[in-house]
């Protein structure tokens, strides 16, 4: 035995194994409690012996990334490891709630006072004031004047120059979605007040959020895309082939502008007759080479008045896929619950003692997993780090099937037979981990304390393997459904 212990797991040299622990420094997206996990392994086989928590200690205190942490520690007199532990984890804490805060605060408008109003700068691309330049309409726009791209002709200060046809982009269409037609009425004038956009909406497939409106167009009915935000009311030249071919277009010298720059010239303009319920009106129709639906636009708006109550009542959503909102729900409650009218309390045996168990070594091919589990459950609020404690059980990486004793009576099959005997149709819902959604009472946790090979962490919900754990959610769960008909419950199956 001797030789093969020699020869198997030889005794790690004290040099090697302190050089390792004094070069053990905190990592990036390391917090502090696994840090001091880590030197607690390292500091295993240097043999430091009652100058073991000096030695923590000073390695917390040099290892830190945190500066501030380390000022802060390094003022305290009397300085424990414990006390040190205390303080960097209070200050790390305080650190990160103080960025969280910081990142909201930046969302938030700046409130002036009247003597706090701050000074309002002129825009050297439009002219105007109450916006940044690199946000102004005309960021993208080409000067009348010097045909150079980021102002306009008001604030120029360049060259004349003519004959210059400022380049155009070309739109771009994403997959699935219809092309991008938002236009705009140009005019002699750069301002800002004559400038009107023309907008087709990005239609993806299945999207409900239009709304539309039927006219009748010289006696027929044209189905049309409502948009406040058009100058003008275009039809399509597919359309207008379609429907309204024999009708003559007249020429127009209006010119419409893409979002990117692209100029479009109309293909005509048709003076048709429009009819809304009862309201007749003759209006313009511009024809133009694109995609999409027929636009409703703010100059038909001005001359017509729709039925805003029949509008809002069509452009409602439709009934959805049963089946979506059921992945809907699924998706959003994907975290444990959390019963919030019960909690568990656990009840000893008369003249019972603390047991403290040592942890297991856990496989190395299970490590990784089971770290993976102990960090989600920290996450979750299920277990929580704790330094020291009486009671302690080891942690066993297996699924087993165990008994469990109950003082609350489960439920016979024959009772639930009787209670759904009626039912022509049933639903089973089967709760996901579900004693883990009965929090513990504060005494009850310290017995729910397990020892792993990261150190010792207490449950505050109620876990699997208590022997009352069983009768405890029963009777919670009786508690929960009494009353309500053609319900019945055993264990975590409704």
């Not at 005794?11 to 502090?32: G, Y």
């Not at 979002?259 to 133009?288: A, D, F, H």
């Not at 277990?383 to 009671?391: D, G, I, N, P, R």
């Not at 962490?457 to 022997?467: K, P, S, W």
Request: proline letters at 5%; charged letters at 30%; hydrophobic letters at 35%.
């Amino acid at each position: 035995m001797a030789i093969l212990k020699e020869h198997l797991s030889p005794k790690p040299l004290l040099i090697a194994e302190r050089f390792r622990f004094h070069k053990r420094d905190q990592r990036e997206n390391e917090n502090i409690h696994i840090y001091v996990a880590e030197i607690r392994k390292l500091s295993e086989h240097c043999e430091f012996g009652t100058a073991l928590n000096d030695s923590l200690r000073d390695r917390l205190v040099c290892g830190l990334r945190n500066e501030a942490i380390q000022k802060r520690i390094l003022v305290e007199t009397s300085l424990t490891f414990e006390k040190a532990l205390k303080v960097a984890v209070a200050m790390e804490a305080a650190t990160k709630d103080l960025v969280e805060l910081r990142g909201k605060a930046k969302t938030e408008l700046p409130v002036y006072t009247m003597r706090e109003t701050p000074k309002q700068h002129r825009c050297y691309r439009c002219g105007k004031e109450g916006h940044d330049s690199q946000q102004c309409h005309f960021k993208d726009q080409y000067c009348r004047n010097c045909r150079k791209k980021g102002h306009i002709k008001r604030v120029c200060r360049g060259k004349s120059q003519q004959q210059y046809t400022p380049p155009t982009a070309p739109s771009r269409k994403k997959k699935g979605e219809q092309e991008v037609h938002e236009v705009q009425n140009e005019s002699d004038s750069d301002s800002e007040d004559t400038l009107a956009s023309l907008k087709i909406h990005k239609v993806a497939k299945g999207h409900t959020n239009i709304i539309w409106v039927t006219p009748e167009v010289e006696g027929k009915s044209l189905q049309m895309e409502l948009d406040t935000g058009s100058a003008v009311s275009v039809l399509p030249l597919k359309q207008y082939n379609a429907m309204f071919k024999s009708f003559e277009l007249h020429p127009t010298t209006t010119v419409l502008k893409t979002y990117t720059g692209e100029k479009i010239q109309p293909k005509g303009v048709m003076n048709v007759q429009v009819q809304y319920k009862e309201e007749k009106q003759k209006l313009n129709l511009y024809v133009v080479d694109t995609k999409g639906p027929a636009l409703f636009g703010r100059d038909w708006l001005e001359k017509i008045t729709l039925d805003w109550k029949t509008i809002n009542v069509l452009s409602a959503t439709p009934p959805r896929n049963p089946l979506t909102r059921v992945q809907e729900i699924f998706d959003k409650f994907t975290d444990i619950g959390r019963l919030s009218t019960v909690k568990a309390k656990l009840t000893l045996r008369e003249n019972s003692q603390p047991k403290f168990c040592k942890a297991r070594q856990v496989p190395y091919a299970l490590r990784p997993k089971v770290e993976a589990e102990l960090t989600k459950l920290q996450n979750d609020n299920i277990l929580t780090k704790v330094e020291w404690s009486e009671w302690a059980t080891p942690v066993v990486p297996v699924i087993k099937k165990n008994g469990n004793v109950q003082e609350y009576p489960l439920p016979r099959i024959d009772d639930i037979f009787a209670t759904l005997g009626r039912g022509g149709k049933f639903s089973k819902i089967d709760l996901r981990q579900a004693y883990l959604q009965v929090e513990m009472e504060e005494e009850s946790k310290k017995l729910l304390t397990i020892n792993t090979h990261k150190g010792l962490f207490q449950y505050n919900r109620l876990v699997f393997g208590v022997a009352s754990a069983p009768a405890i959610w029963q009777q919670a769960m009786d508690q929960i459904l009494e009353g309500i008909p053609h319900v019945k419950c055993i264990l975590d199956d409704m």
